[in-house]
């Protein structure tokens, strides 16, 4: 995909799609809520691959998902069975990790997979921490594929959980925790854990059905035995998403009209907005551990700041759909050599405001990541000559993103 760079500001009505994060965590929730005749309904809700993932799991597993329309999942729970055949989730890290902690509620031996990507992400504390509990669980490799031979139920009691690579460990057993057969505590190992917003999102949604799930120290939770009960739930816009689109609202001075404020996103990527309003002097530094999916876009943002600026914190970006610590290192430096370097674990952007309508012929290599692919897009707006490969890679979280960019006026020619 060829982009166009846009002399005029880029202004209109956008629409990002449902929120990934809470809908994967809806869908399985919702599958969890046994013992009513009553369905939860989720509107607003996104469909894309990752979804579509979990909820193809969910309904091999047992559940009955309908689809009333293009962003709404109808849900009515059961019992959660084993699969005739290995459950394949891609490159769907929601989806694993939750998935392989609900597994341990299913009758029978549950084979959960991946595709290479998925088969080099960590999930061994995951996997370890089901252990403790009891859980027959094995992956031999510290990565998928992982089994569970789940025996219907999950005892109480006190497992600890170490967060350091990713806060989605955490909010598997969280989400399992009020299906066990006595009060759970979830307790961080060490002080460590990425993205801490995403475990409030997860004990928000599980409280929308019904959980009783509180604080019991820092870094632990106790859960009380009832399990969850159906309930209608909107889904917010994916804040995530949302970053893209306030970056090319800022990048090329326009007024792009999202239908929620800002302050209306309950995500931890939402914090990135602030930041892309500091554009072009953005801050010398930017810990990004608490807003990880959103260092992409603010890395290309960076690219045509005024000065330089360092990301700190993002360690974990590097046990994502791909190393995207290399990958945006790799794709900056593409576009213009020197642009970008590593130092340990952090990425600092050397800001270059003449880049800004210059000619710089580049083909951005995506790594299959979206978000490599949708931040590095940014870049076409105001660079002549940036043509993204494997453009449809987006449809993991976004597959109208380049829809989105069109109807707001940016050009955009498919390439052979």
């Known amino acids: 995909m060829r982009i166009t760079p846009h002399p005029q500001p880029l202004r209109g009505r956008a629409d990002p799609p449902g929120s990934k994060s809470i809908t994967n965590r809806?869908?399985?929730?919702?599958?969890?809520?046994?013992g009513s005749d009553d369905e939860s309904l989720l509107t607003g809700a996104l469909k894309s691959e990752d979804t579509e993932r979990m909820s193809a799991a969910l309904r091999a597993m047992g559940a009955c998902i309908a689809e009333?329309?293009?962003?709404?999942?109808?849900?009515?729970?059961?019992?959660?069975?084993?699969?005739?055949?290995?459950?394949?989730?891609?490159?769907?890290?929601?989806?694993?990790?939750?998935?392989?902690?609900?597994?341990?509620?299913?009758?029978?031996?549950?084979?959960?997979?991946?595709?290479?990507h998925m088969r080099r992400r960590p999930i061994a504390p995951l996997v370890d921490a089901l252990r403790t509990l009891g859980v027959d669980a094995l992956a031999p490799t510290g990565s998928p594929p992982v089994r569970?031979?789940?025996?219907?139920?999950?005892?109480?009691?006190?497992?600890?959980i170490d967060a350091g690579l990713?806060?989605?460990?955490?909010?598997?057993?969280?989400?399992?925790?009020?299906?066990?057969?006595?009060?759970?505590?979830?307790?961080?190992?060490?002080?460590?854990?990425?993205?801490?917003g995403y475990v409030d999102l997860t004990l928000a949604v599980m409280r929308r059905f019904g959980a009783t799930v509180q604080g019991a120290g820092p870094g632990v939770w106790r859960a009380t035995p009832g399990g969850y009960r159906p309930t209608r739930l909107p889904i917010e816009p994916d804040a995530s998403a949302a970053t893209y689109l306030w970056a090319a609202e800022k990048l090329t001075s326009g007024a792009i009209d999202l239908g929620v404020a800002?302050?209306?996103?309950?995500?931890?990527?939402?914090?990135a907005y602030g930041l892309i309003q500091t554009f072009p002097r953005m801050p010398a530094i930017i810990e990004g551990s608490q807003m990880q999916d959103a260092v992409p876009t603010l890395a290309v943002?960076?690219?045509?700041?005024a000065g330089d600026v360092r990301f700190t914190?993002?360690?974990?970006?590097?046990?994502?759909?791909?190393?995207?610590?290399?990958?945006?290192?790799?794709?900056?430096?593409?576009?213009?050599?020197?642009?970008?370097?590593?130092?340990?674990?952090?990425?600092?952007?050397?800001?270059?405001?003449?880049?800004?309508?210059?000619?710089?012929?580049?083909?951005?290599?995506?790594?299959?990541?979206?978000r490599i692919a949708m931040s590095l897009a940014l870049a076409g707006l105001l660079i002549e000559g940036i043509e993204i490969l494997d453009p449809h890679c987006v449809a993991k979280t976004w597959p109208t993103y380049w829809e989105c960019l069109t109807r707001l006026g940016v050009k955009l020619d498919p390439l052979a």
Not at 262 to 271: E, L, V
Not at 301 to 305: D, E, G, T, V, Y
């Open 166 to 196: 990713s806060s989605q460990y955490v909010s598997a057993l969280l989400m399992l925790a009020p299906c066990a057969s006595g009060p759970l505590e979830v307790a961080l190992r060490g002080a460590e854990i990425g993205a801490r």
């Open 68 to 116: 009333p329309d293009a962003t709404s999942f109808s849900v009515r729970a059961a019992p959660l069975k084993a699969p005739a055949d290995p459950l394949f989730l891609g490159n769907a890290g929601t989806a694993m990790r939750f998935l392989t902690a609900a597994a341990a509620l299913a009758d029978g031996l549950v084979i959960l997979d991946g595709d290479s």
């Open 26 to 34: 809806a869908l399985l929730l919702a599958a969890l809520a046994e």
């Open 148 to 160: 569970v031979r789940g025996v219907g139920r999950v005892q109480g009691g006190r497992v600890e």
């Open 262 to 271: 800002p302050s209306g996103f309950t995500q931890p990527d939402a914090a």
């Open 313 to 370: 914190g993002i360690a974990n970006l590097r046990v994502k759909e791909c190393d995207r610590i290399l990958a945006l290192r790799s794709e900056l430096n593409r576009i213009k050599p020197g642009l970008a370097r590593e130092e340990g674990d952090d990425l600092v952007v050397c800001g270059d405001p003449g880049l800004a309508g210059s000619r710089r012929p580049t083909r951005i290599e995506t790594y299959q990541d979206h």
């Open 301 to 305: 943002l960076a690219s045509f700041n």
